[in-house]
């Protein structure tokens, strides 16, 4: 490995792991460990000399870091716990996932914004935040004149998720008195509206410990859905390219099927996390260490943003993105009194 790459692997692990601490604060744990690193990484430009001394080691942690963070972070998910929390908890998942990523990508786009952004942002909203940005963004194919575009993308993506879930958070809580939920049906619909798992957390936890439970599994519930997603959006989005550039398609031959092998990675954690005897504090420490990783994926994502696009780019999609979440809320609230 280059002294790049472990002055980037240095700079990086220090705004992860401050991410970390800084997020169990009150208030910032709002925000979460990911959100806080990316910000991290953004101030790190104030030395520019050093951002570009090391780019080449900061790209390779924003991309492979990212995948190892992913895999790991599978050990979170136990399937037994999602199995006993029903038929009706996975199945709002499901419509959940679904309904926003359509959603939230045609809103997107008929307001202008352009298809990866669009894209990005549909599945951050809809499945666990920062995280599944991350994970579904190397299943869109750029081409190399345009990696620094999509890292904005990456970025702007994140931005909208973490802004619209701490603002959704504090309305939830609010709201609490006045939609006279039990602390199942609060916990569901905190579970199943919310962006970020500690946005999920956050909310859940004011309703007290049973309304806690049911957020996380309900979360859990959504996050499981992020290998199938990235699959099928890999695939739509080979489709789509390949409709709007027929030269292309005739020049590379039959289509492949994107298969993100890291998701089966992520799969497999899952399945090890929950069938094997582990243990609670190695599987703690391993959720910590794949929330290291990905919190060094954002702080580099951060150490190349572009700020003057990034403002001249975020109204549009802001806007999309806020409406959608202005519908889940809604949608999952009556679904919560309705069926749980």
Known sequence: M?????????????????????AQLPYLNLVGALVIALLLGMVCQVQPQVINANRAGIGFISNKFLRLGIILLGFKLNLLQLAQAGVKTITLAIFVVTGMVLLTYNLSRKLGVEKELAILTAT??????????????????????????????????????????TVF???????????????????????????????AVAAGSAGGPVSLDTAIITKLSRVLLLAPAALIIGWWYQRQSRKANPEATANEGPAKLPIPWF?????????????????????????KLAYIFLGMAMAA????????????????????????????????????????
Do not use: Y
């Open 301 to 340: 994502l951060g150490m190349s943003v572009n700020f003057r696009v990034i403002f001249q780019r975020g109204g549009n999609v802001f806007l999309a993105a806020t409406i959608s979440s202005v519908i889940l809320m809604t949608c999952v609230t009556i679904a919560s009194k309705l069926f749980f």
């Open 124 to 165: 951050g909203t809809s499945i666990c935040g920062a995280a599944a940005v991350m994970g579904v963004s190397p299943q869109i194919k750029v081409p190399d004149d345009k990696a620094e575009r999509q890292r904005e993308n990456e970025v702007l993506a994140v931005a909208i998720v973490a802004i619209l879930g």
């Open 263 to 287: 998701m089966a990675g992520f799969v497999l954690t899952s399945i090890i996390g929950t069938f094997l005897p582990l243990g609670d504090v190695a599987l703690t420490g391993l959720v």
């Open 169 to 199: 958070t504090l309305i939830e809580i609010g709201l609490k008195p006045l939609l006279h939920l039990t602390a199942v049906q609060f916990g569901v619909l905190t579970g199943g509206s919310l962006h970020e798992i500690a946005h």
């Open 2 to 22: 280059s002294r790049g790459f472990w002055l980037a692997s240095l700079l990086t692990l220090v705004c992860a792991v401050a991410g970390s601490f800084l």
